[in-house]
Nanobody, 117 residues
């Protein structure tokens, strides 16, 4: 059983920064992809950013230029640096990992990010 454990959420004022991290409980996989999704109240879960094991990244248009995703393959850890935060970034942020292009998916328990105006 793979567990993803997030940390780093919290409350920040608009324009501020926060960093999230997520570590996988196993070294069994070099995950094909890891990333972050978010879900605000009343909204569907949406992609924030993903990163493949080779380093290629994908960002939602709403966070491009403000958020940076990175990973440490040796530690099976993925990070999300969030700068210039806006109130509309307020959501529960979920860590995500996939073992291969069509393999099993795993999700973290979520961490709350709240941006005050």
């Amino acid at each position: 059983q793979v567990q993803l454990v997030e940390s780093g959420g919290g409350l920040v004022q608009a324009g501020g920064s926060l960093g999230l991290s997520c570590v996988a409980s196993t070294r069994r996989y070099n995950f094909y992809a890891m990333g972050w999704y978010r879900q605000a109240p009343g909204n569907e879960r949406e992609l924030v950013a993903t990163i493949r094991s080779g380093g290629s990244t994908n960002y939602a248009d709403s966070v491009k230029g403000r958020f940076t995703i990175s990973r440490d393959n040796a530690k099976n850890t993925v990070y999300l640096q969030m700068n210039s935060l806006k109130p509309e970034d307020t959501a529960v942020y979920y860590c995500y990992a996939r073992t291969s292009s069509s393999g099993a998916e795993y999700w973290g328990q979520g961490t709350q990010v709240t941006v005050s105006s």
